[in-house]
């Protein structure tokens, strides 16, 4: 492939020894390796108002050319230039650098690519002869890789969290802006990122996993906004990501900017297609975050100027990407992509920010590529590409492939069956503690006299609680009998004499048989909750997730070299994802649930010590200083990794007053404000516990996935 050779002007922006602004002009002709300096300390004043009074694109950008070429000098040497470069035949690359300065930060709102070549009077930001970018001084000093090859792999993340309205934001259609992704970027090996389920949201953290994996491209949808933040005079780009349940996470330009610039090998080009990131023309560009990234290192950077629409996200910016597949030349396919919105208003909106001096991703086979812009040719060419595969049933029945799963499916049947386990000890906790909560209600509550018309209000106060706690009973019985190892047979039949003693407790309005129905209950419930809850443990142990991306990553590897499609591709980046960030939310969330059970029993044992023993006596005392000890343990560690701030400080404060009052043996004071943390701590522990069950649900759903999509057997 022929590429093209370039001149370069470089049109520099400052400040000058008064209150307005100076221009300096550099030129490099084809084939030399110097930029020579044509003029400098050029006089530019800007009619702010003349600007701001421009109604339509076209009047805005004569506007703007008269006033960047007011002064003769400039415009003789630019005509100069572009005329030398024209009649050779050769093609001319502008770049305008806007040199950093608390005086120049307002030149950065300023529409330059409306710019108009001043003797034509043709657009430069639509010329694929005069190619049109910005650039920023840069600190970082790491010389540029181009990539590899013609296939460089792209991470598209795709955020429209589920409470958007609450920002006030509208929601993004991230599944019809992913089928058109997967149609521009049909050339590249792609993977986009959208949020599936309510497990699954488009994170920062999910986003620089897929990073470091190496990826050449990063293309980015979100909203975002400028936000004036205390301790800074100017604006900051806030963009707005998803958390891992797929709410509303603002995440402070800089920060990512940060993020991004340590990585090994960062994305030589960035697209940011937030919808209002950039802000209105009238906010500070520069801090937008594609100036950021910019000055931060990155190859190129494409951002948007004022408040773009989803609309010309996806079509301009997307026939960008099928253009750039041609030859991998950023600002040519910029011009191209701008060009066919030029009859549009909205055409100039994309900004790029360019330091690849080749304005090349890659490189291609004939050279003529700056040494700093270069990389090593790869050692044979890609082989030709195979009729597409649309479908994992085709790509599971090549050899290669079904080589790499053999290893995949020992450990996933392993998994699988540990899954399986995970499941039912999950759902057996979540029927004991349904019912506990039941057994609460009506042991709080317990007659101490026989008096049978007391008695009988009992009964008839506590029935529906009494039903319901039999029924949650039932459901326990229901589950602990689907129990393939047989070993809950005795927890059973104990659970069938229970309700037979209820029966006959309320058909004889019989306290003592409901009592000797409750400490039996108690007992099985204290017997059984807190071992299932260990057994749960043992098998989040026992998984093993970690062993099973890699034989599909190296799948992965294989599928672009034979013919899948990028929707193909994109599945089984899907799967891999699920499986890595399934495991570590698992983990962690397992873990908390283990220190909230450890909890929960002491605290039981603590509500029924106080219904028991009268306050007074030593006995209780000492035995609630032991308790509260023991609770000590789990409990801090479960306030420190509390995430809700109102929930922390609610459930810390109240374990600093009541730890006071046993330190200080103020009981009375205790038994008075012991029900509200425990209240506290109960509803707390059912949000882990709602969360744990999803996450179980979600991870056995995934399997399920899995073995449908790889054809794999199932386990019962």
């Avoid at 006071?660 to 516990?689: E, I």
Wanted: charged content about 30%.
């Amino acid at each position: 492939m022929n590429v093209p050779t370039y001149g370069e002007l470089e049109l520099t922006l400052g400040v000058g020894s008064g209150q307005g602004f100076v221009c300096d002009l550099r030129f490099r002709r084809p084939g030399d390796s110097e930029l020579q300096v044509l003029c400098v300390d050029r006089p530019l004043s800007i009619d702010w108002e003349g600007l701001a009074e421009q109604s339509t694109t076209v009047e805005y950008g004569r506007f703007l050319t008269d006033l960047l070429f007011a002064d003769n000098i400039l415009r003789d040497n630019w005509l100069q230039a572009t005329a030398s470069t024209q009649a050779t035949d050769q093609r001319l690359r502008v770049r305008l650098r806007i040199n950093p300065s608390p005086a120049t930060e307002r030149l950065h709102g300023i529409k330059w690519e409306t710019l108009y070549d001043p003797k034509k009077q043709t657009r430069l930001g639509t010329s694929e002869r005069i190619l049109f970018s910005r650039s920023l001084p840069t600190d970082n000093l790491v010389p540029l890789r181009l990539l590899p090859s013609k296939m460089p792999r792209v991470v598209a993340a795709l955020c429209d969290p589920t409470d958007h309205e609450e920002f006030g934001l509208p929601a993004i259609e991230t599944e019809r802006h992913s089928k058109l992704l997967s149609k521009a970027l049909s050339g590249f090996s792609v993977e986009v990122l959208r949020r599936r389920s309510d497990q699954d949201g488009v994170s920062v953290s999910r986003m620089m996993a897929r990073l470091r994996e190496g990826a050449g491209i990063l293309y980015l949808v979100c909203h975002g906004r400028l936000a004036k933040t205390s301790g800074s005079p100017t604006p900051t780009p806030t963009l707005y990501f998803e958390d891992e349940q797929g709410q509303t996470k603002p995440v402070r330009g800089p920060t990512l900017v940060e993020q991004i610039k340590e990585l090994q090998q960062p994305p030589l080009l960035v697209v940011l297609a937030s919808c209002h990131s950039a802000g209105n023309e009238s906010n500070l560009v520069l801090n937008s975050m594609a100036p950021l990234l910019a000055a931060a290192g990155v190859g190129a950077v494409i951002g948007l100027q004022g408040e773009a629409s989803i609309d010309l996200i996806e079509k301009l910016l997307l026939d960008f990407f099928a253009e750039l597949l041609r030859d991998g030349c950023v600002d040519r396919a910029m011009a191209v992509a701008r060009t066919r919105r030029a009859d549009g208003e909205d055409w100039w909106r994309p900004v790029l920010y360019l330091r690849l001096s080749s304005g090349l991703l890659w490189a291609p086979s004939e050279t003529g590529i700056p040494a700093t812009d270069r990389v090593a040719p790869a050692a044979s060419p890609a082989p030709e590409r195979p009729t597409a595969i649309t479908s994992f049933d085709v790509l599971l029945s090549y050899p290669p492939v079904k080589e790499e799963l053999r290893e995949f499916k020992v450990y996933f049947q392993e998994n699988y069956k540990t899954v399986v386990l995970l499941d039912w000890y999950k759902e057996l906790h979540d029927r004991l503690q349904r019912a506990e909560e039941f057994y609460k209600i009506i042991n709080g509550g317990m007659p101490l006299n026989q008096d049978r018309q007391f008695v009988a209000n009992f009964f008839d106060d506590r029935q529906d609680a009494l039903d319901s706690m039999n029924d949650k009973l039932s459901h326990v019985i229901e589950h602990l009998q689907t129990d393939s190892q047989k070993q809950s047979d005795g927890v059973v039949s104990e659970l069938v004499d229970a309700a037979r003693l209820l029966q006959e407790a309320k058909q004889g309005l019989d306290v003592d048989k409901l009592d000797r129905y409750m400490r039996k209950v108690g007992r099985l419930l204290g017997k059984t909750i807190s071992p299932s809850n260990t057994r749960l443990q043992d098998q989040v142990r026992d998984l093993k997730l970690q062993q099973l991306p890699e034989p599909l990553r190296r799948v992965l590897t294989l599928a672009p070299e034979l013919g899948a499609t990028i929707e193909v591709q994109s599945e089984l980046r899907d799967v891999i994802a699920r499986l890595s960030e399934r495991h570590l939310g698992l983990s962690a969330m397992s873990t908390e649930h283990d220190r909230w059970q450890q909890a929960d029993n002491v605290l039981r044992r603590i509500a029924e010590l106080l219904r028991a023993e009268r306050v007074e006596t030593t006995q209780f005392q000492e035995d609630m200083e032991e308790y509260w000890n023991e609770l000590g343990r789990p409990m801090r560690p479960i306030i420190a990794h509390i995430s809700d701030p109102k929930d922390r400080s609610e459930i810390e404060t109240r374990f600093g007053e009541l730890s006071k009052s046993v330190g200080s043996g103020k009981w009375l004071d205790f038994r008075r404000d012991f029900r509200t943390f425990y209240t506290l701590c109960g509803k707390r522990f059912v949000k882990v516990d709602e969360s744990l069950k999803a996450l179980c649900k979600g991870l056995s759903g995934d399997f399920h996935f899995i073995a449908g999509k790889l054809k794999l057997k199932p386990i019962e």
